[in-house]
């Protein structure tokens, strides 16, 4: 807060100190926004590249798919099409929760790259010379 209102005459204080509150929180809403729409598309994103490895045409994805059905079964669930069901429906959330956890790692590295460009940026700031003493809350 200092280094936003350094050079600010101690009349206008309180106003540029009220600008950079709203600007700061119209920031941090935009960036909220912002990395939802980057979690949501890596999300989808991975979810598309898991799906295509977990194919009917695939040996182990048939595996999986009657291991899970037999579970089922054995745990009571009598009607072998809702078994069988069941287990695609759980083999659909494990792909799911991975393409979100992959997400997650994508845009915690996108924060990282961001944190690391804002603190390169912060060792080219001037030093404040003399910060007024107005406009304190």
Do not use: W
Request: net charge positive.
């Amino acid at each position: 807060s200092a280094v936003a209102t350094a050079g600010i005459e101690a009349e206008n204080a309180g106003s540029a100190s009220g600008l950079f509150n709203m600007m700061r929180n119209l920031g941090g809403a935009v960036g909220i926004a912002l990395l939802q729409t980057v979690l949501t598309k890596r999300e989808q994103y991975h979810s598309n590249v898991l799906m295509q490895s977990v194919s009917m045409f695939e040996q182990a994805t048939r595996n999986r798919l009657e291991q899970l059905t037999q579970y089922f079964v054995n745990h009571g669930i009598l009607d072998r099409a809702d078994a069988a069901r069941r287990a695609y429906v759980a083999i659909g959330h494990t792909v799911q929760k991975q393409a979100y956890i992959f997400a997650f790692s994508d845009t915690f590295y996108l924060l990282g790259m961001a944190l690391i460009v804002a603190l390169i940026a912060v060792l080219f700031l001037k030093k404040p010379g003399h910060v007024s003493a107005g406009g304190a809350h």
